[in-house]
């Protein structure tokens, strides 16, 4: 219990399961979330390294499931809050199905604003605590072919930053990690397989992880990971919203990839 506790959501796979073996690592305590059972064995991994670690399986999407993380956590005062759980869809929004769009914003947007509040509050009252939030570069540009993503990390990166000035003073740093495209499960999942990004070489989910993390701990506004990532994002400050549309067409319209890499 002298140990620092973290709570890390969307730690089975990806970028979460590096931030949180980075702060088993680090010498926190951990309780760690996701939708799946693959949270258990990731869990491994980090008592591997010492850490005391809780587990909750639950869809963070849904109030309920935000709600059972909250209480699993018992009281036990949380030092740092890694909301990173998240993710995309990819084809055209007409052709989605409704209740997955509405799963991305639910679980990008709703599930993560509500435990940042639960969380948040305590750590308010406390005077202490660090907050990340995986948002996305993905946020500076329109997601042709990944509409609705693309907004929700418009979103997170936007809440970010406001919730930091509403917490300057108060003991309470809020960070923004954004990355670009990263070798995870994400793109499968998303259905983005036979697509130009979901093919593409992507960063390290470790070197990403490890960038946030430190970013965290310092109590910095915003991270871009690599200097590609931090170049697109600076374009795109000063591109025209509908070229930026047109460029990510390119990269995420079904089938702009190669048709072998697809079949792998
Ligand atoms: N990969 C990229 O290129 C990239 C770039 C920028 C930002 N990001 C962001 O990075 C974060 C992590 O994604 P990743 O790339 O590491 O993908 P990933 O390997 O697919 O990991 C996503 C994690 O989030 C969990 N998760 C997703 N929906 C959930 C839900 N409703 N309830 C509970 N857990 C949920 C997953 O657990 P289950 O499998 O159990 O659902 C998994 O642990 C996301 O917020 C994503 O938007 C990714």
Not at 189 to 203: C, L, N
Not at 205 to 212: H, K, S, Y
Request: aromatic share 6%.
């Amino acid at each position: 219990m002298n140990k620092p506790f973290a709570i890390v959501t969307g730690a089975s796979s990806g970028i979460g399961l590096e931030l949180a073996a980075i702060c088993a690592q680090e010498g926190f305590d951990l309780l760690v979330a996701a939708d799946r059972p693959e949270i258990e064995s990731a869990a491994e991994r980090f008592r591997h390294v010492g850490a005391d670690v809780t587990v909750v399986e639950a869809d963070l999407a849904t109030t309920e499931g935000v709600d059972q993380l909250w209480a699993t956590a018992a009281g036990r005062p949380v030092d740092a809050l890694l909301a990173n759980a998240g993710h995309g869809q990819g084809h055209g929004f007409l052709d989605q199905d409704f209740d997955d769009a509405r799963h991305v914003v639910d679980t990008n947007i709703t599930g993560t604003i509500y435990l940042v509040q639960l969380v948040g509050r305590a750590m308010r009252s406390r005077g202490k605590g660090r907050i990340l939030l995986t948002g996305s570069i993905a946020g500076f540009m329109p997601g042709t072919y990944q509409a609705v993503y693309n907004g929700t990390k418009a979103f997170v990166d936007s809440f970010s930053f406001a919730l930091r000035a509403e917490l300057k003073d108060t003991g309470v740093t809020v960070t923004c990690l954004m990355p670009g495209a990263t070798e995870t499960d994400f793109f499968e999942r998303a259905d983005m397989s036979d697509t130009k990004v979901g093919q593409d070489a992507k960063d390290d989910p470790a070197d990403v992880a490890r960038l946030g993390f430190d970013a965290m701990m310092r109590g910095d506004g915003d991270v871009v990971s690599g200097w590609k990532n931090k170049l697109q994002s600076a374009i795109a400050n000063v591109t025209p919203a509908g070229v930026l549309a047109e460029q990510h067409r390119k990269m995420a319209e079904p089938g702009s990839g190669s048709a072998q890499k697809a079949k792998r």
